[in-house]
């Protein structure tokens, strides 16, 4: 079995930039994709970024521009790098890697925009 942990989020400010790392226990193989989703207070969960096996990145309208997804498989990692973060970017941010027969989650970690 496979273990996702998050790490980075945070609080920071309108403008202000986060980077969200997502680290597996060990490798993956023959994923379908990879990615992050996140779900805001009174908003239902929503696809932020994925990396499908054989596709290409794709993100959110509404982060366009400003999140770059990324990944190192030498550390069984994926990254969501956050720019010119804005006050609808507030939500707790799952990682998430979809295998053949399995699907697994990060446990979640809360990026909070404040002044």
């Known amino acids: 079995q496979v273990q996702l942990v998050e790490s980075g989020g945070g609080l920071v400010q309108p403008g202000g930039s986060l980077r969200l790392s997502c680290a597996a226990s060990?490798?993956?193989?023959?994923?379908?994709?990879m990615g992050w989703y996140r779900q805001g207070p009174g908003k239902e969960r929503e696809l932020v970024a994925t990396?499908?096996?054989?596709?290409?990145?794709k993100y959110a309208d509404s982060v366009k521009g400003r999140f770059t997804i990324s990944r190192d498989n030498a550390k069984n990692t994926v990254y969501l790098q956050m720019n010119s973060l804005k006050p609808e970017d507030t939500a707790v941010y799952y990682c998430?890697?979809?295998?053949?027969?399995?699907?697994?989650w990060g446990q979640g970690t809360q990026i909070t925009l404040s002044s």
């Open positions: 998430y890697v979809f295998l053949r027969f399995n699907n697994y």
């Open positions: 060990a490798t993956i193989f023959s994923i379908n994709a």
């Open positions: 990396i499908p096996s054989g596709g290409t990145t």
